[in-house]
């Protein structure tokens, strides 16, 4: 199993402009999850989603956007990239039920 | 005030000995409790769930507080291998569905030889 995946692991954006980080994951879990990681804040979360076709906002929604259109896909779209918003990127997902989430290996992301 | 709070640390450990740190979180309504542990620029992984009675896995003991708030973990015997950051996650149910968890800042160990 791949288990959960994201892309890109890296990525350099100019302020105002818009990309989609993907995420996927082949564990047929129910819940997946955004979360964003700054030095000394922990993990935020920013959006989640309890299945598909159900999102809903974490602590840090502003700026960015999700959908879940399938079990398997969970992209986080930013929509005018700001400087604020330059930070390591996690998604996650766990199965209803239980409380381990599995993280991806996270994308790195820039905003100049 | 956080809703977990954690020591950043770093703790610096000799080999083979003892570690503890504490986190504390806030809100009442927590209902269970997790040390994820968190290599240098990769993704954090569970670690170990803290029961109520408290619980070891190996060389790794937790410890929950409820009266006080805190949840704590410890290694003994420390191995350089062991060298991460430790992140507490308390987890609260949600009205609608499912479960919110929220992450403390980190404690970094660094064991050296």
């Known amino acids: 199993n791949a288990g959960v995946t994201q892309t890109p692991k890296f990525q350099v954006l100019k302020t105002g402009q818009s990309m989609t980080l993907q995420c996927a994951q082949d564990?047929?879990?129910?819940?997946m999850s955004w979360y964003r990681q700054d030095p000394g804040m922990g993990l935020r979360l920013i959006h989640y989603?309890?299945?598909?076709?159900?999102?809903d906002q974490g602590e840090v929604p502003n700026g960015y956007n999700v959908s879940r259109s399938t079990t398997e896909d969970f992209p986080l779209r930013l929509l005018s990239a700001a400087p604020s918003q330059t930070s390591v990127y996690f998604c996650?997902?766990?199965?209803?039920?239980?409380?381990?989430?599995?993280f991806g290996p996270g994308t790195r992301l820039t905003v100049t | 005030r956080k809703e977990v709070e954690q020591d950043p640390g770093p703790f610096n450990v000799p080999e083979g000995a003892t570690v503890a740190f504490n986190c504390t979180y806030s809100?009442?309504?927590?209902?269970?409790f997790f040390w994820y542990r968190q290599d240098c620029r990769k993704e954090p992984k569970l670690l170990m769930s803290v029961y109520s009675s408290g619980n070891e896995d190996g060389r790794f003991t937790a410890q929950l507080n409820r009266a006080s708030q805190y949840i704590s973990l410890l290694i003994r015997d420390s191995k350089l291998s062991d060298s991460a950051t430790y992140l507490c996650v308390v987890n609260i149910a949600l009205k609608a569905a499912g479960n919110k968890l929220t992450f403390g800042g980190g404690t970094r160990v660094l064991v050296k030889p």
């Open positions: 809100n009442s309504a927590s209902q269970s």
């Open positions: 989603s309890v299945g598909a076709g159900i999102t």
């Open positions: 996650a997902s766990k199965s209803a039920g239980l409380y381990e989430q599995y």
């Open positions: 564990m047929n879990h129910e819940y």
